[in-house]
Nanobody, 125 residues
Framework: QVQLVESGGGSVQAGGSLRLSCAAS????????MGWFRQAPGKERECVAR????????SYADSVKGRSTISRDNAKNTVYLQMNSLKSEDTAVYYC??????????????????WGQGTQVTVSS
């Protein structure tokens, strides 16, 4: 079992940047496909980005493509989400997720077994 703790959220003006981190403990990170989801008030949880166990396969939601970069450092047991050119619509709670399954074309909350507690990102215009 793995425990996930997010950090790096906060308040930023539109156009700014944030880097979210997800520290994993309990098991080695390389055992997991990792993802970032977000949920805004009144909206469904959305898959933002995911990365395969080795880091060789990555995909992004259209809403963040070109503005965000997911990466992982298995030696440090940490996953990152760099977000640039932030918009007010990026405001949400961001969750780090992990699953022992292999990277696939689908990305739904039910695909991920382990979740962090979330970190708030607020973008003001």
């Amino acid at each position: 079992q793995v425990q996930l703790v997010e950090s790096g959220g906060g308040s930023v003006q539109a156009g700014g940047s944030l880097r979210l981190s997800c520290a994993a403990s309990g098991r080695t990170l390389s055992s997991y496909t990792m993802g970032w989801f977000r949920q805004a008030p009144g909206k469904e949880r959305e898959c933002v980005a995911r990365i395969s166990k080795s880091g060789g396969r990555i995909s992004y939601a259209d809403s963040v493509k070109g503005r965000s970069t997911i990466s992982r450092d298995n030696a440090k047991n940490t996953v990152y989400l760099q977000m640039n050119s932030l918009k007010s619509e990026d405001t949400a709670v961001y969750y780090c997720t992990a699953d022992t399954g292999f990277y696939s074309s689908r990305c739904y909350p039910s695909d991920y077994e382990y979740w962090g507690q979330g970190t708030q990102v607020t973008v003001s215009s």
